[in-house]
């Protein structure tokens, strides 16, 4: 089935430990994405990549790093985790030139950093 | 600079009643707009768009017409089920951002038998 698969679904995780999370999609879409979802303030754009090769910053970027080595993978990791950030994550793609076609959004992590 | 604002929720509704979420936006250019909706322990999904002003988009009973006088995006649905009970989120992107969607607080919708 064509999609985004996440992993791992949920993880608790003591503070100062480093974590990554995987993104993988099937669809070979260029652009890739990284939101953490927090109750009252919605979805935040950690981490960007347009296309393999490339990433960028969002909106939240601190305390958090990206790699795009291939079109299929986009891993997000926490160097040194902190209770600030727990949270719900979320990894997205999307088609460049046709985002209008909307995201296709994984099923999510859900971090617990204690 | 951009953002989209909802209705705080919860919006708690009996079935068959009529709903209304509304989003009203802030960007420059003409953006496009967005609903999503994420079902309990899901990622979100594209419940429907508009690219331009007057558009409407509509899926599965819901519409929402993008109307730049006003700059909202409103959700309607004429008569919900259980089955809607959700989140809805209201994004934009504008025609500059390289696809980055920007969403908004997201509103939970609680329909009862």
């Known amino acids: 089935i064509a999609g985004i698969t996440q992993a791992p679904t949920s993880q608790i995780l003591a503070a100062g430990r480093r974590m990554t999370l995987r993104c993988t999609q099937d669809m070979r879409h260029n652009a890739m994405y990284w939101y953490r979802q927090d109750l009252g303030l919605g979805l935040r754009l950690i981490h960007y990549?347009?296309?393999?090769?490339?990433?960028g910053k969002g909106e939240v970027p601190d305390g958090y790093s990206v790699s795009r080595a291939n079109t299929d993978d986009f891993p997000l990791t926490l160097a040194s985790a902190v209770p600030s950030q727990t949270s719900v994550y979320f990894c997205?793609?999307?088609?460049?030139?046709?985002?209008?076609?909307?995201?296709?959004f994984g099923s999510g992590t859900r971090l617990t950093v204690v | 600079g951009n953002s989209v604002t909802q209705m705080e929720g919860p919006v708690t509704l009996s079935e068959e009643a009529f709903l209304t979420i509304n989003c009203t936006y802030t960007a420059t250019g003409y953006p496009s707009l967005f609903w999503y909706v994420q079902y309990p322990g899901e990622g979100l999904q594209l419940l429907l768009k508009?690219?331009?002003?007057?558009d409407k988009g509509s899926n599965k009973g819901f519409e929402a017409t993008y109307r730049k006088e006003t700059t909202s995006f409103h959700l309607e649905k004429g008569s919900v089920q259980v089955s809607d009970s959700a989140v809805y989120f209201c994004a934009l992107r504008r025609s500059d951002s390289w696809g980055k969607l920007q969403f908004g607080a997201g509103t939970q919708v609680v329909v009862t038998p």
């Open positions: 508009a690219t331009k002003a007057d």
């Open positions: 997205a793609s999307s088609e460049r030139g046709n985002e209008n076609y909307g995201y296709t």
């Open positions: 990549s347009n296309t393999a090769g490339t990433t």
